[in-house]
T-cell receptor, first 113, second 113 residues
Framework: ELKVEQNPLFLSMQEGKNYTIYCNYS?????LYWYRQDPGKSLESLFV???NGAVKQEGRLMASLDTKARLSTLHITAAVHDLSATYFC?????????????WGLGTSLAVNP | DGGITQSPKYLFRKEGQNVTLSCEQN?????MYWYRQDPGQGLRLIYY???????QKGDIAEGYSVSREKKESFPLTVTSAQKNPTAFYLC????????????FGSGTRLTVV
């Protein structure tokens, strides 16, 4: 069974602290995406990771992909309140010409003063 | 600007009624998708279409129907057979074959009254 597991599912952290969100998946894939969702809003693409060892950084967020370990991480550095949102990882599964995304359940992040 | 437009933003349905959610994109994407989002359950795929006049069931298609008569449009009908339709519905699109993930619309919140 294809599974994408994110942990933690809920995270409350103080401003200025660092933390990592993990995304484990159960099948072979060399592509993974991270999205952000604000309450009541749509999903916004954050990172597109297209190969083993890929690392992308945007502001206080950094994402990495280890396809051999089937693991992606989203690291938060010196968190600020504006980062409060739900973060989803999605694994790209290919079958011939068909590709589809398998989604994690999301990590709900609250950054407190 | 290119993007995906979902309408309406909020929709109220009486028991026993069918309602149609609109999704239009001007990104020239071949593939379009409908997801349902409930609190704590992440994203669940309802239907998807990779080309005009063709579509496939996703994981939770019962009680829903779609059409894909134009490349730009992928409306979703929530029928009276859907027993628990109150949810947030997201439409997405991508090139086919998908390369860099999905682009999402702003969502429609459907409530049964």
């Amino acid at each position: 069974e294809l599974k994408v597991e994110q942990n933690p599912l809920f995270l409350s952290m103080q401003e200025g602290k660092n933390y990592t969100i993990y995304c484990n998946y159960s099948t072979t894939s060399d592509r993974l995406y991270w999205y952000r969702q604000d309450p009541g809003k749509s999903l916004e693409s954050l990172f597109v990771l297209l190969s083993n060892g890929a690392v992308k950084q945007e502001g206080r967020l950094m994402a990495s992909l280890d396809t051999k370990a089937r693991l992606s991480t989203l690291h938060i550095t010196a968190a600020v309140h504006d980062l409060s949102a739900t973060y989803f990882c999605a694994v790209d599964i290919s079958a011939g010409n068909n590709r589809k995304l398998i989604w994690g359940l999301g990590t709900s992040l609250a950054v407190n003063p | 600007d290119g993007g995906i437009t979902q309408s309406p933003k909020y929709l109220f349905r009486k028991e026993g009624q069918n309602v149609t959610l609109s999704c239009e994109q001007n990104l020239n994407h071949d593939a379009m998708y409908w997801y349902r989002q409930d609190p704590g359950q992440g994203l669940r795929l309802i239907y998807y279409s990779q080309i005009v006049n063709d579509f496939q069931k996703g994981d939770i298609a019962e009680g829903y129907s779609v059409s894909r008569e134009k490349k730009e449009s992928f409306p979703l009908t929530v029928t009276s057979a859907q027993k628990n339709p109150t949810a947030f519905y997201l439409c997405a699109s991508s090139p086919y074959p998908m390369a860099y993930g999905y682009t999402f619309g702003s969502g429609t919140r459907l409530t049964v009254v």
